[in-house]
């Protein structure tokens, strides 16, 4: 494997394409292409509304599930094979869908489309930012995962053309276009390097920061504040406010838009302030974000925050990767950890899905206190990472007065 000092500097960008590729195929329409299906799915009455939102969670679970078996796969295999194999799971999962056989048949496909979004997410990095130089890996990272965003505009503006054709046309146009990006990304992954089976619990006490764990912890916590403006945003708008479909629609090319922007900007970011400071910066502004969420009205005050609710989905994840490498020297021991976190988010991702599908329900569809729930779990992230600092600088508080006495 070459080095990324001795890769060529055009060489670098057709990994990172394959990554792009990856991360849209997978996760960016996989998921995100389902919701504004949903209407349709119920409409067309190829499944009931209760069955809808079960298939939907469907990806969720898969999502954990891939990040669980992704590195296990490519020991077998190969880093390159098994992203291959996963985007043509994706891609047949696209086919599959378009015949509604069962509800069973299609959680099965929903399932293995979530499987292969998680298996690339703790995989793709690991392939690519080897061969990206240092001081670009966080803006490299930010383009693989660009494909996220991606998707989740083109749910917004491909989704309603291919609908006038039909639902079961939908999912074919969708499958297409999954494989033209396999295709078009099949020769553009590198050869990736030897995998190791050193994992953290065997590596030595101070080879791992223990902030490490606090990472993990933290971002568990915004997976279950990102939750209710993924999932609910379009209905709140039309349905809890009123605004109607149009609207509601119009808000969610806006939280597209900031998808698009946030994968890029955040690695930017990571670049230039650092992941620690980054991270910070954006979970205040995230519940900042929510909690006027659940106070709004307006078409323009909707409108900004669905851009700035939009890239944080997208957006922490070279957010995370970069802390990652900034906690981990060690290569080997980054891609463990990554594939640590990416288990943590998977698993309250999916918790927080069914739980905020049961209180909403609960509550009669109250989406403001989805919201504010929300950005307590933000808030809550911000403040695990001071009162874990706060005891940390007494005891450095302490030492320099011992060594002043």
Known sequence: M?????????????????GLCASLVSIGLARFAYTPLIPS????????????????????????IGALIG????????????LRLMMLAATLAFFACAFPLSVSWFFGWRLLSGIAGGAIMVLVA??????VPASRKGLASGAIFLGIGLGIAGSGTIVPPLLSLGLQQTWLGLGVL??????????GWPSAARHTTTTL????????????YLLFAQYALMAAGLVPAMVFLVDYVARGLGAGQHVGGLIWVMYGLGAILGP?????????????MSIRLVLVVQAIALGLLSICSAFAALALLAVILGSFPPGIVPLGLARVHELIPEHHLQQIAWSRATVSFATFQAIAGFAYSALFNASGGH?????????????????LELAVRLPARSDEKVCAVATIT
């Open 2 to 18: 070459l080095s990324p000092s001795t890769t060529p500097r055009q060489g670098i960008w057709l990994p990172i394409f394959a």
């Open 41 to 64: 799915l119920i409409q067309a009455h190829w499944f009931s509304a209760s069955d809808v939102v079960y298939l939907g969670a469907a990806n969720l679970v898969g999502y954990l």
């Open 71 to 82: 590195h296990p796969l490519a020991r077998r295999t190969s880093n390159k094979t098994a």
């Open 126 to 131: 690991a392939t690519v930012l080897p061969h």
């Open 178 to 187: 999954a494989l033209i990006l396999t295709a078009v990304s099949w020769f």
């Open 201 to 212: 619990t065997d590596a030595t006490p101070t080879s791992i920061n223990p902030k490490v």
């Open 264 to 276: 890029v900007s955040y690695g930017f970011l990571a670049d230039r302030l650092g992941a620690q």
């Open 367 to 383: 989406h403001g206190l989805m919201f504010v729930i929300a950005a307590g779990a933000i808030v809550v992230a911000l403040l």
